[in-house]
């Protein structure tokens, strides 16, 4: 059974904020929500994303949605994609034969530099640096 993901329509809605159309969720939907987001995110991960875009697919305000992500979850919409293009890097890193900067366009970033720069701020290693260190493990 497939659920809407306009959030408006669920039942654990309980009115609109001020006009804007969007929604504001009760405690107990914020689950709904960040399995809205994960879904969201998996699915998209390798594309140009935005906390704005899913916002508007959510029909929730962007500060709200801001709200969500800092509050419950500790990061923002935009760390938490970073996050996870790396973890999916990651796996692709230690299951392929794929060039660092494939890799990297093929998890979403613009450029090799930003992969590279975003990897080592995450885990404290370059990507060749993370793969030669894995596979000596092996």
Known sequence: VSRST???DWDFIGHTDGGENA???EN???????????KYVSD???????ADELSRKLNISYSYLSKIMTREFGMSFGNYVISYRIENSKKLL????????????ECGFASSSAFISHFKA??????????NEALKEF
């Not at 060039?99 to 990297?104: K, N, Q």
């Open 6 to 8: 306009n959030l408006c």
């Open 23 to 25: 929604c504001v969720i």
């Open 28 to 38: 107990d939907g914020i689950d709904i929500v960040w399995n809205e987001i994960k």
């Open 44 to 50: 998209n991960f390798a594309a140009k994303i935005s």
């Open 94 to 105: 230690l299951s392929s034969y794929k060039s660092v900067a494939e890799i990297g366009y």
């Open 122 to 131: 995450l885990t404290g290693k370059t990507p060749l640096i993370f793969r």
